[in-house]
């Protein structure tokens, strides 16, 4: 400014530095004190990593998901739709494992809450510290004096920081939380989980934004009517993603299902029509569940389509394949699809599954409970071949299946298991033929 406002007089303004001036210079004296406090670039031939050290807990399918254990100074984030079952599951990791002394914090129950619940759930409470408590840093601090050897934090929404200026739960006060823990993590080498809640459409202020920070990012799923819940790896830098661990919510906790395919399967022992079982792949493990579908006239003027977790965009596409390669008049019927267990699907190999759960209800023609199908159906109608497809049938085999269909794309090194019939197909009009030998 030229002019002063107040006195009138010319080029009397002094230039003063603002606060963050003297806040940066403070950060370039961090950065040269981190260079002499003797970490330095090194070969990566001489990097010893044996002391990678994971924490074994006592719940094998967790342990799986995690690539074999809990890494030591890992930060885990644990996320989820409020009331799925997040703070159930990691007061059950404590409980289980009691000879490892956890530090639980929790910003949302009280201790009284945290107790019952734990009477509830039972199990060994001795190696477990309840911590009630929201400001971080005394929860650095109390961690530092307790040095546990796993802690947990109930949630990140609860938590917050003096250093940031905003209410708890806002994207600056969880991020700037988050990476307080982060360090406090590498530092200790204690692995934190984080809990975080997720909205119905899993992207508002909360961990969404965290993903990149943390090192591990496990996702909570179920549907609210059914006592099922996946664990799901979304993100691992220890292990591999995409695989799913399977729990049943009981009165007392959270039970591990460990072979999820014999859940996911109907008992009903002459078929019925309408469902087919799909093969599908979760990471590295091969998953066999049921896929439902409903056709009916519809009732009024234009046709509903519903998919329940499946993509009801992809399931319009399939009915458009089926209507143009296969001469099925879909259009004025109602379909309704769901897959079984509350399971959320996006592999493609499920579309063959799927094509042939809506050809089974249309007919009304039970297509048999010992088949099963795994292929991804292409926009000309074409079956196009899956990964892995070998076992695939290996676990189809395993599970009792008698027949399974394949693509004749299938690759040559697929080895066919003992007891398995396979039938191969190259389009829609050759399952139709060969499901209804019409
Ligand atoms: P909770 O772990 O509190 O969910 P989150 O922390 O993700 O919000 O789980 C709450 C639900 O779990 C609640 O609806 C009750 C149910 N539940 C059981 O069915 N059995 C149990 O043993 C426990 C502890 C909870
Ligand atoms: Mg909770």
Redesign the pocket.
């Known amino acids: 400014m030229g002019r002063c406002p107040a006195c009138g007089e010319w080029n009397t303004f002094k230039e003063a530095p603002s606060q963050p001036k003297s806040a940066s210079a403070s950060d370039s004296s961090a950065l040269f004190s981190s260079i002499s406090s003797g970490v330095t670039p090194m070969p990566l031939s001489e990097i010893d990593c044996s002391g990678e050290q994971r924490i074994r807990l006592n719940m094998s399918e967790v342990d799986r998901l995690l690539g074999g254990g809990l890494v030591k100074g890992s930060l885990v984030l644990l996320g989820?739709?409020?009331?799925?079952?997040?703070?159930?599951?990691s007061l059950q990791i404590p409980l289980m494992q009691s000879s490892l002394r956890t530090l639980y914090v929790t910003g949302e129950e009280s201790s009284s809450q945290v107790k019952m619940?734990s009477e509830?759930?039972g199990g060994e409470a001795s190696g477990c510290i309840i911590y009630p408590q929201t400001h971080i840093e005394e929860v650095i601090q109390a961690a530092a004096a307790e040095r546990p050897d796993l802690m947990i934090v109930?949630s990140v929404q609860t938590m917050f920081t003096d250093r940031v200026d905003s209410t708890p739960g806002s994207v600056s006060q969880i991020k700037e939380v988050a990476s307080m823990l982060l360090r406090y993590a590498k530092q200790s080498s204690v692995p934190v989980i984080l809990?975080g809640?997720i909205t119905k459409d899993g992207y508002i202020a909360g961990p969404k934004i965290l993903e990149h920070i943390v090192d591990v990012v496990l996702q909570?799923e179920g549907d609210s009517s059914s006592s099922y819940r996946i664990l799901r790896s979304i993100k691992n830098r220890f292990g591999s993603t995409s695989e799913i661990a399977v729990f049943e919510?009981?009165?007392?906790?959270l039970r591990e299902v460990t072979n999820p395919s014999e859940m996911l399967i109907p008992m009903h022992e002459q078929g019925l029509s309408g469902t087919a079982i799909a093969s599908t792949l979760d990471g590295s493990r091969p998953l066999l569940f049921e896929v439902q579908a409903l056709v009916s006239s519809a009732a009024y003027g234009t046709a509903q389509r519903s998919a329940t977790g499946f993509d009801a965009r992809r399931l319009n596409m399939l009915l458009a394949v089926l209507e143009k390669r296969a001469g099925f008049k879909l259009s004025a019927k109602d379909v309704f699809l769901n897959m079984a267990g509350g399971l959320k699907v996006n592999d493609p190999a499920c579309d063959l599954a799927v094509v042939s759960a809506v050809l089974s209800s249309n007919f009304d023609y039970p297509l048999g409970s010992d088949v099963c199908f795994a292929g991804e159906v292409g926009l000309s109608g074409e079956i196009r071949p899956v990964g892995q497809s070998s076992r695939r049938a290996a676990e189809a085999a395993r599970l009792g299946f008698k027949k399974m269909f394949l693509s004749t794309y299938t690759s040559s090194d697929f080895i066919v298991p003992k007891g398995l019939e396979v039938v191969k197909v190259s389009d829609i009009p050759a399952l139709v033929r060969s499901l209804f030998k019409a």
């Open positions: 989820g739709e409020p009331g799925i079952g997040k703070s159930t599951l619940r509830r759930l109930d809990i809640h909570f919510m009981t009165g007392s906790g």
